[in-house]
């Protein structure tokens, strides 16, 4: 492959590329309008700024089409609408071509531009036309464009088989959690309770019970605001595990704060430590994590709750499972105040109940098969994270020559 290179006013790009403004390329034109008097439910999708918004029993186009979100938060976002579709005037169409392109080739490279940049700065963002055309694009020969999307879609068939991966991971968790909070495993004889039939040697306990009594501070919530102001947070330190890091089943490594060994010696009562439980007071009310090993402690925010499990009895990986069960979730929610955002207090949230078996050997056993579960789901997310960077950096180079392809 000729590697000769060549100057233009995207600088500089291979010698058989061109640079082309988009009006050079296509011609767009808005869709049809469609009032909520003319819908009509069928199976045809209908295409506005945002992708499909209904489904009618009508269609104005009987081939795929690429459009441009010309309306909206999200306008000039790329989609390919299905073969046949009603595309409204909230969307710009790529309706005529003006040179020969592979379409798949220019969906990613429209992407890589992100449109949504040149959208106004009304209340309502809009994009036209005349902000897309004067755009500038380097513009391989048809069989070049072919192969670098062919590579790219390659890339992100293997993203999209991952995702539908992940989707059934989540449900057989969700199935499993079900099944195995609250029946157990080959159990025959059950009883009667709150949360119905459950097996005979369980028990619904507090969560407050099952802290660690040895530890004066098992179960605590945060500081009260006036005790971590603004002025004893630093920039290395003691971090400060805040309502944005804690997720539903997992710590979220993001937004970092840090406070000084000596500020969080002073919050003695407020450090929580690697394994331990975090919940969050704030909604979604009483979702949890468990802190991350990466640090020997760390200080929580005002609004989390510590929960030191009392090993010798209860298995920490089940209780985490167990407050991430429907039934506990759902018990918290409904213990909740507040309008704007619900809120659950500490004295609330102690006296919740899990479903926990009486041998710890039971409560390990399943917890490890959920935790086996969510095990794979984190290789899933790795696989997809990985795949995702490999497709940036080829995009990177293939739509810009850096890197060229073999025909």
Not at 111 to 119: F, M, P
């Given at each position: 492959m000729n590697l000769v290179e060549k100057m233009t006013i995207l600088g500089s790009i291979p010698e058989e590329w061109e640079a082309f403004k988009l009006e050079d390329i296509f011609k767009l034109r808005s869709g049809d309008g469609l009032s909520k008097s003319n819908l009509i439910e069928g199976d045809y999708p209908v295409y506005g700024g945002n992708g499909v918004t209904f489904y009618h029993g009508n269609f104005n186009y009987d081939?795929?089409?690429?459009?441009?979100?010309?309306?909206?938060?999200?306008?000039?976002?790329?989609?390919?609408?299905?073969?046949?579709?009603?595309?409204?005037?909230?969307a710009l169409v790529i309706d005529k071509s003006l040179k020969?392109?592979?379409?798949?080739?220019?969906?990613?490279?429209?992407?890589?531009?992100?449109?949504?940049?040149?959208?106004?700065?009304?209340?309502?963002?809009?994009?036209?036309?005349?902000?897309?055309?004067?755009?500038?694009?380097?513009?391989?020969?048809?069989q070049e464009q072919q192969k670098i999307a062919e590579i790219l879609s390659t890339v992100d068939n293997k993203i999209e088989t991952i995702d539908k991966q992940i989707i059934e991971t989540q449900e057989l968790k969700k199935?499993?959690?079900?099944?195995?909070?609250?029946?157990?495993?080959?159990h025959t004889e059950f009883k009667d309770s709150s949360l119905g039939l459950i097996p005979k040697s369980w028990e619904l306990i507090p969560i407050y019970e099952l802290r660690n009594k040895n530890d004066r501070y098992g179960f605590t919530g945060g500081p009260f605001g006036s005790d971590l102001k603004s002025e004893h947070y630093t920039k290395t330190g003691v971090k400060i595990i805040q309502l944005q890091n804690i997720g539903e089943g997992k710590f979220?490594?993001?937004?970092?704060?840090?406070?000084?060994?000596?500020?969080?010696?002073?919050?003695h009562s407020c450090n929580i430590f690697p394994n331990e439980i975090i919940l969050a007071k704030m909604a979604p009310v009483a979702r949890c994590c468990k802190v991350p090993a990466t640090d020997d402690r760390y200080v929580m925010c005002s609004d989390g709750i510590r929960l030191s499990i009392?090993?010798?009895?209860?298995?920490?990986?089940?209780?985490?499972?167990?407050?991430?069960s429907k039934y506990f979730r759902d018990e918290a929610e409904s213990k909740s105040t507040g309008t704007t955002r619900a809120r659950?207090?500490?004295?609330?949230?102690?006296?919740?109940?899990?479903?926990?078996?009486?041998?710890?050997?039971?409560?390990?056993?399943?917890?490890?098969?959920?935790?086996?579960?969510?095990?794979?789901?984190?290789?899933?997310?790795?696989?997809k994270h990985n795949y995702q960077e490999l497709k940036q950096g080829l995009i990177q180079q293939l739509l810009t020559g850096k890197i060229r392809v073999k025909i």
């Open positions: 081939e795929s089409k690429l459009i441009i979100g010309r309306v909206g938060a999200k306008c000039g976002c790329i989609h390919r609408t299905e073969k046949y579709s009603w595309i409204t005037d909230n020969e392109y592979n379409s798949f080739f220019l969906e990613y490279i429209l992407n890589k531009i992100d449109l949504n940049q040149y959208a106004n700065k009304n209340a309502q963002p809009v994009i036209s036309g005349g902000k897309i055309y004067p755009l500038i694009i380097p513009f391989p020969p048809l199935g499993l959690m079900q099944s195995l909070l609250t029946k157990g495993i080959g979220i490594d993001k937004g970092i704060a840090y406070t000084s060994e000596n500020k969080a010696d002073e919050l009392d090993t010798s009895k209860y298995d920490n990986e089940f209780v985490f499972q167990a407050l991430n659950i207090g500490l004295k609330e949230l102690k006296v919740i109940p899990i479903l926990i078996p009486k041998d710890i050997e039971e409560q390990k056993k399943i917890a490890n098969i959920l935790r086996t579960v969510d095990e794979k789901s984190e290789v899933l997310h790795d696989k």
